[in-house]
């Protein structure tokens, strides 16, 4: 089975490569417009974009870029001409700091608050924390950025609103700076994580083994640590797997607020740019990443419960 998810995700890796490709043909206008400027002539135009292989036929830049693509090989910027696999390793830091910290920190956050409320099921805590989960849900986050920036950056100085320090250069001023971003990115998958957890474990406690431990005298906490929890980890690994996407995505909007230098930046300036072969490249690193943590949810399954490992 683990044979078959491998090769599905690698035909979904084909058919995002052509999507990526052809999405980026469809953006309206000329990038030889935006290299050369509104008074270049015929002449200079069409030398161009000869030598940016910009007159070959479709298939034929498809494959070219394909083939690179497959040898680590994006290309190069348009307007730099520097590599697009070093610019984005240039900037992959910065960006995998923020997702992953934020991964982290709404799966943690969001299982103990989700466990919590399923064993405080009805009471003063499980209450506060669904109308916090709605409420976070339900916020955007680039206003939650925002109020941040402005009440515990600018108003209380307790946190810098800007900039990137890197982690092996003074991991207390990293973490420092990454407060800010990682809090605003995680709000919503900490809410999301701790809804489905919540539900997952209360649906659990049902169970009849779970009730055979709750009759032996086992606290609440210890059923659900040692025993519920597992078969209840299932639908929320799923929950944060799904994650991966929705933070590589707003990524984008939280680099912009706190001026990060990362791969959001970078695709937006290059999206402006007309700047072709950045674009593609990190679009296609991105969904790479995602196709990737995606599959190894799948696979995660079969430790969770060997039973879905035969499904």
Same mark, same amino acid.
């Given at each position: 089975?683990?044979?078959?998810?491998? $090769?599905?995700?690698?035909?979904?890796?084909?058919?995002?490569?052509?999507?990526?490709?052809?999405?980026?043909?469809?953006?309206?206008?000329?990038?030889?417009?935006?290299?050369?400027?509104?008074?270049?002539?015929?002449?200079?135009?069409?030398?161009?974009?000869?030598?940016?292989?910009?007159?070959?036929?479709?298939?034929?830049?498809?494959?070219?870029?394909?083939?690179?693509?497959?040898?680590?090989?994006?290309?190069?910027?348009?307007?730099?001409?520097?590599?697009?696999?070093?610019?984005?390793?240039?900037?992959?830091?910065?960006?995998?700091?923020?997702?992953?910290?934020?991964?982290?920190?709404?799966?943690?956050?969001?299982?103990?608050?989700?466990?919590?409320?399923?064993?405080?099921?009805?009471?003063?805590?499980?209450?506060?924390?669904?109308?916090?989960?709605?409420?976070?849900?339900?916020?955007?986050?680039?206003?939650?950025?925002?109020?941040?920036?402005?009440?515990?950056?600018?108003?209380?100085?307790?946190?810098?609103?800007?900039?990137?320090?890197?982690?092996?250069?003074?991991?207390?001023?990293?973490?420092?700076?990454?407060?800010?971003?990682?809090?605003?990115?995680?709000?919503?998958?900490?809410?999301?994580?701790?809804?489905?957890?919540?539900?997952?474990?209360?649906?659990?406690?049902?169970?009849?083994?779970?009730?055979?431990?709750?009759?032996?005298?086992?606290?609440?906490?210890?059923?659900? $640590?040692?025993?519920?929890?597992?078969?209840?980890?299932?639908?929320?690994?799923?929950?944060? $797997?799904?994650?991966?996407?929705?933070?590589?995505?707003?990524?984008?909007?939280?680099?912009?607020?706190?001026?990060?230098?990362?791969?959001?930046?970078?695709?937006?300036?290059?999206?402006?740019?007309?700047?072709?072969?950045?674009?593609?490249?990190?679009?296609?690193?991105?969904?790479?990443?995602?196709?990737?943590?995606?599959?190894?949810?799948?696979?995660?399954?079969?430790?969770?419960?060997?039973?879905?490992?035969?499904?």
């Amino acid at each position: 089975m683990v044979a078959v998810r491998v $090769g599905t995700l690698l035909l979904l890796l084909w058919i995002v490569s052509l999507a990526v490709f052809a999405l980026v043909l469809l953006i309206p206008g000329d990038p030889t417009t935006t290299l050369l400027g509104d008074n270049a002539t015929p002449e200079q135009v069409a030398a161009l974009r000869t030598a940016l292989g910009l007159d070959d036929p479709v298939i034929v830049r498809y494959g070219r870029w394909l083939g690179g693509a497959l040898q680590g090989d994006l290309g190069t910027s348009m307007l730099t001409s520097y590599p697009v696999t070093q610019a984005i390793t240039d900037r992959i830091g910065i960006t995998m700091s923020l997702v992953v910290s934020s991964l982290v920190v709404s799966v943690v956050a969001g299982l103990v608050i989700g466990v919590l409320a399923a064993v405080r099921q009805g009471g003063w805590f499980d209450r506060i924390a669904l109308l916090g989960s709605s409420v976070g849900i339900a916020m955007p986050n680039f206003w939650l950025g925002l109020v941040l920036v402005t009440f515990l950056g600018a108003d209380l100085g307790l946190f810098p609103t800007t900039g990137y320090v890197d982690l092996g250069a003074d991991p207390v001023q990293w973490a420092h700076h990454l407060a800010l971003p990682v809090l605003t990115l995680a709000a919503g998958g900490a809410a999301e994580v701790a809804r489905q957890t919540r539900a997952s474990v209360v649906d659990t406690l049902q169970l009849d083994f779970v009730r055979t431990l709750q009759a032996k005298g086992l606290s609440p906490l210890s059923v659900v $640590g040692k025993h519920a929890l597992r078969t209840a980890l299932i639908p929320v690994v799923t929950v944060a $797997g799904l994650q991966v996407s929705r933070l590589f995505g707003l990524s984008v909007l939280v680099e912009a607020v706190f001026a990060l230098p990362g791969i959001g930046s970078l695709l937006v300036s290059s999206v402006f740019d007309r700047d072709i072969p950045m674009v593609q490249g990190t679009v296609l690193l991105a969904t790479v990443v995602v196709v990737t943590v995606n599959l190894l949810v799948d696979l995660s399954y079969g430790w969770l419960n060997p039973k879905a490992a035969l499904t």
